[in-house]
């Protein structure tokens, strides 16, 4: 690798990241009950091992901040393709799918393989997490669907058609016609709130929110990792943009041995 950033040091196929003082002193503690729970563990050990002769009541000293990680390959047979488009995280290659109530993304990976990020569409009952007994008359399963969803009035009640007034017609106050709308798959109700039920976990920008879930904190702070928004006034795109450049947040995609690489820094990540 080369064109490290300043704060991550690549020597004699070692990782060397920096930490603060607190983070070393923290992360002493944790390996010391990591380790005596697997005294197998050798990286584990390895690092405390570097770590332990330090005083923490020193403070920071030119050593004692800095852990030495051996490189490893990710231990993913293939890895997912991303790029950075204007700082935002997003598959480098990728497919819609829609099909029998799923919908999501196929994305490409690095041996030529796909993966898939595809959620289910939940029925309204799970949709607003509409909870009720097995013998729930109407009324009950009305009160229910309308607290669960922070509905007050029966206009408001997607499964009625009201008067001028707003009073529900009696036809569609039945059990039947409750039952099937709470039955009845979100996408084929409202395709733009399936969306934003799978916004996070199956588009193309999945990969961001991934990646940020896996880090530590303080990795993802110093890369800059932040909510942000593709939509234009009446939509919205959520996904994860960063500060980072391809070439840094490549080299902590191999430090964590995240299953996801940049695109067309494959050859450098293997």
């Not at 204007?86 to 030529?112: K, P, S």
């Not at 996408?187 to 880090?215: K, N, Q, S």
């Not at 490549?250 to 995240?258: A, D, I, N, P, R």
Request: glycine share 6%; aromatic share 10%; charged share 30%.
């Amino acid at each position: 690798m080369s064109d490290l950033p300043a704060s991550v040091v690549n020597k004699d196929g070692n990782i060397y990241l920096p930490l603060s003082w607190k983070e070393a002193y923290h992360l002493r503690h944790v390996l010391r009950q990591y380790v005596r729970r697997h005294p197998d563990e050798r990286l584990a050990r390895c690092v405390l091992e570097r770590m332990e002769n330090e005083d923490p009541e020193q403070g920071e000293v030119p050593a004692g901040n800095v852990v030495a990680f051996p490189r490893r390959p990710c231990p993913e047979e293939s890895r997912v393709l991303i790029t950075l488009d204007r700082g935002v995280i997003v598959a480098a290659e990728f497919d819609y799918v829609e099909y029998h109530g799923r919908a999501g993304v196929t994305v490409q990976c690095d041996d030529g393989s796909s993966e898939s990020y595809i959620v289910n569409s939940p029925s309204m009952a799970e949709y607003f997490d509409v909870e009720l007994p097995e013998d729930a008359t109407y009324e009950q399963k009305k009160r229910a669907t309308m607290k669960a969803a922070g509905w007050d009035y029966d206009e408001e009640c997607e499964w009625l058609q009201v008067d001028g007034n707003g009073d529900a017609f009696p036809e569609y106050e039945t059990d039947e016609v409750i039952n099937e709308w709470l039955s009845t798959l979100v996408i084929d109700v409202d395709v733009e709130r399936h969306a934003h039920f799978a916004e996070r976990i199956a588009t193309e920008y999945t990969p961001g929110f991934m990646i940020w879930e896996a880090l530590p904190a303080h990795q993802a702070e110093r890369m800059g990792f932040r909510n942000a928004d593709l939509g234009g006034p009446a939509s919205s795109v959520p996904c994860v943009s960063i500060r980072a450049t391809e070439e840094e947040l490549q080299q902590v995609l191999e430090l964590y041995g995240l299953g996801f690489v940049v695109a067309g820094l494959e050859e450098e990540g293997r």
